[in-house]
């Protein structure tokens, strides 16, 4: 932290300087202008924009990489506000992905999280750190230029589909999964998302076709247990861009269960190591026992169906049901927004408890 000199009794002594906040960055512009310099003062360093040309391999432009960084910087408070350490950190790792890091586009973003422990133990009010978060498509296009898997697709299936044989050729999915296309004048809405999934080809010579798929199904419970233990779960793409999130936590979980190599491993420990939050996990766990009970909307929808309609998805379990059948006939329900509401204000009241 920066200090300041002052008069006491005659003798000057050194006193820690106000730390700037996020507000202050709000506030005035002129901060940020000054922020932006320090930061591309940073950069301009030889030698460290010979490491970034290094670590990218070429995948990237430098000059273009530090453009969209500090256009974030002067943009965004919260990431003005972030450590230049940590700032340098998601610049050095977004190099190493080759990716940039400019969110629309650039397949990852600079995500801006409060440091509470450091926070705390250095006295201060917060303390944001940078961390680089690769964003759904990112995960998908370094998956296949890993070489991890020969083709990769991702969606989301709303409560108001209906099940059918359609399916895959619209969205070109593997066949596993099948879901009729939207109704016409159907208005995708958030809460109406009932399941995300993910598929993938993986290389296999032995296999017939030299490949084998890989599939997997998260309803809406398991997709906002992954929000409630995300440090970010009610800000940034959770908020903005619903959608994306539930794909991209189909994507993560199907991770599982492909090779992870070069680049994709990177950024699938980059996103794991930044979303650790204990605290958000507890109230993850709590979720989970709050969605025992009861049948989701998207039960409800599946055990209205004429049993014509309902299109083998994938090969026939012992018990006679499909694949996607089985998963939600095992998946808990949902819990709904006034549980995820009421969950939260337990957990802040035991929070407060705690401090007090």
């Known amino acids: ?8 009794g005659g003798a000057i002594t050194k006193a820690p300087a106000k730390a700037i906040t996020v507000n202050d960055y ?8 000054d922020r932006v310099k320090t930061i591309a003062t940073l950069f301009q360093d030889p030698d460290r924009r010979r490491k970034l040309a290094t670590l990218s391999g070429g995948s990237v432009n430098v000059d273009q990489m530090i453009e969209v960084v500090l256009a974030a910087v002067s943009k965004t408070p919260r990431i003005a506000a972030c450590s230049i350490e940590s700032i340098g950190l998601a610049v050095q790792e977004a190099a190493e992905l080759g990716i940039l890091p ?40 370094l998956a296949r230029e890993s070489g991890s898997v020969l083709t990769i697709s991702a969606g989301v299936i709303y409560a ?39 598929a993938c080809k993986i290389p296999a010579p032995s296999a017939p076709g030299g490949a084998i798929t890989q599939w997997v199904l998260l309803t809406r419970a398991q997709i906002d247990k992954i929000r409630a233990s995300s440090r970010a779960a009610d800000s940034g793409p959770w908020v903005t861009n619903f959608p994306e999130m539930a794909k991209k936590s189909a994507v993560k979980r199907l991770s599982k269960l492909a090779p992870r190599r070069g680049r994709f491993a990177k950024a699938i ?56 059948e089985e998963a939600i006939a095992n998946a808990p329900r949902e819990p709904t927004d006034e549980e995820i509401a009421a969950e939260r204000a337990e957990r802040s009241e035991r929070e407060k408890k705690k401090k007090g």
């Open 1 to 8: 932290m920066a200090e300041t000199e002052k008069k006491e």
């Open 160 to 198: 108001g589909q209906v099940l059918g044989k359609d399916w895959s050729a619209r969205e070109g999915a593997d066949d596993h999964l099948w879901v009729n296309p939207l109704p016409p004048g159907f208005v995708e809405r958030d809460e109406d998302i009932a399941y995300a999934w993910a």
């Open 26 to 33: 709000e506030k005035n512009p002129k901060l940020r202008a």
């Open 269 to 324: 420990e980059l996103e794991e190591r930044a979303e650790a939050d204990p605290e958000g996990l507890e109230l993850a766990e709590e979720l989970q026992e709050a969605s025992k009970k009861g049948k989701s909307r998207a039960q409800q929808v599946l055990e209205s169906l004429p049993a014509h309609e309902l299109t083998p998805a994938g090969d026939s379990t012992e018990t006679g049901q499909t694949d996607l």
């Open 102 to 141: 400019s969110g629309a586009g650039g397949l990852a973003h600079l995500v801006p999280f409060n440091n509470g422990k450091k926070a705390r133990a250095l006295n201060l009010s917060e303390f944001y750190e940078c961390k680089l978060i690769p964003d759904y498509k990112g995960l998908v296009f």
